[in-house]
């Protein structure tokens, strides 16, 4: 009996299913963490929100490229790997501007949506891990959402510490070390996007 690509097709349903899922996650989790962020004058939650707003995008590109062709599918992770590092420069240019501008963030509430940020991505990774052996897309997901829950211990811990010391400076160490996480981030899904097309 031909095979009927059924098992193939169950699988694009399960990994659509997934990224409508953490699209929906991380685009409702952007638009609060940007706003708490901006009330907070927190470098770092804006960062941690634009990542959001990345990883949105990024889900939306591989849910449009889940059961295409191969070239799509690269594709698709090559505008991710870019998004990645255009947000990243961003965010360093933002933890700039307010290095220059001064203020001085309000550690519990870089705490509190520092916490609400790293159970909704710990949720997101955990459905993510089940596709992580996938193409592409499914791996530049994978970083993503472990890049996240480290970025939102970092703001957690630079909350602390901002509440603790009242200086605005852990707030923009972290800012800068979230830019660099999703930098780094692109760069590797271009890297692996790249030796996808060597392969194929």
């Not at 997934?18 to 952007?30: D, E, G, K, P, W």
């Not at 994978?142 to 996240?148: E, P």
């Amino acid at each position: 009996m031909a095979d009927c690509g059924c098992e193939l097709e169950a699988e694009n349903d399960a990994q659509r299913s997934t990224l409508r899922v953490v699209l929906v996650i991380n685009a409702a989790m952007f638009l609060t963490e940007i706003v708490v962020g901006i009330v907070a004058g927190s470098t770092g939650l804006v960062a941690d929100s634009l990542d959001m707003l990345a990883d949105a995008s990024v889900y939306a590109i591989s849910l449009y490229a889940v059961g295409r062709a191969a070239r799509i599918r690269r594709g698709a992770a090559t505008a991710s790997g870019v998004l990645q590092l255009i947000l990243g420069i961003g965010v360093l240019v933002e933890a700039g501007r307010r290095f220059v501008s001064g203020g001085e963030p309000v550690g519990l509430l870089m705490m509190g949506m520092g916490v609400v940020a790293l159970i909704a991505n710990s949720y997101c990774l955990r459905l993510i891990a089940k596709h992580k052996g996938g193409d592409v897309n499914f791996r530049a997901s994978y970083i993503f959402s472990a890049n996240d829950v480290i970025a939102n211990i970092g703001v957690i811990i630079s909350g602390l510490i901002v509440k603790l010391s009242g200086s605005q400076i852990p707030d923009l160490v972290i800012g800068i070390l979230i830019a660099a996480v999703v930098v780094w981030g692109g760069v590797r899904i271009l890297k692996d996007a790249l030796e996808d097309g060597r392969n194929g």
